[in-house]
Nanobody
Framework: VQLQASGGGLVQAGGSLRLSCAAS????????MGWFRQAPGKEREFVGI???????DYADSVKGRFTIYRDNAKNTVYLQMNSLKPEDTAVYYC??????????????????WGPGTLVTVSS
């Protein structure tokens, strides 16, 4: 599967953005889909996941502000980001796996990655 994230941009603190991750190929519904982000000079970190069974989990830093949902008919997973903070500034990546090789919080557990999309939150 190939993944393509979009929707990044510049937003003021307190604002909202919705990122999209479109997947090519078949059987999108069988993938666990995660979102990660990487700020300059920092390691890539877990943001959240939407499991194939519709379960979700989020990093504590975004819980209550970010929501991940998916539309299997459109082969797309979304990351709705509200109440954005300057510390949310990063390149955001979507990732997919049919079988997670480890904890879904680790980037190495995912087999498929798309190019990132930059989110910049100004104060």
């Amino acid at each position: 599967v190939q993944l393509q994230a979009s929707g990044g941009g510049l937003v003021q603190a307190g604002g909202s953005l919705r990122l999209s991750c479109a997947a090519s190929g078949r059987a999108f519904s069988s993938y666990d889909m995660g979102w990660f982000r990487q700020a300059p000079g920092k390691e890539r970190e877990f943001v959240g996941i939407r499991l194939r069974g519709a379960g979700t989990d989020y990093a504590d830093s975004v819980k209550g502000r970010f929501t991940i949902y998916r539309d299997n008919a459109k082969n797309t997973v979304y990351l709705q980001m509200n109440s954005l903070k300057p510390e949310d500034t990063a390149v955001y990546y979507c990732a997919g796996a049919t079988t997670l090789s480890g904890s879904y919080r680790y980037p190495s557990s995912y087999a498929y990655w798309g190019p990132g999309t930059l989110v910049t939150v100004s104060s």
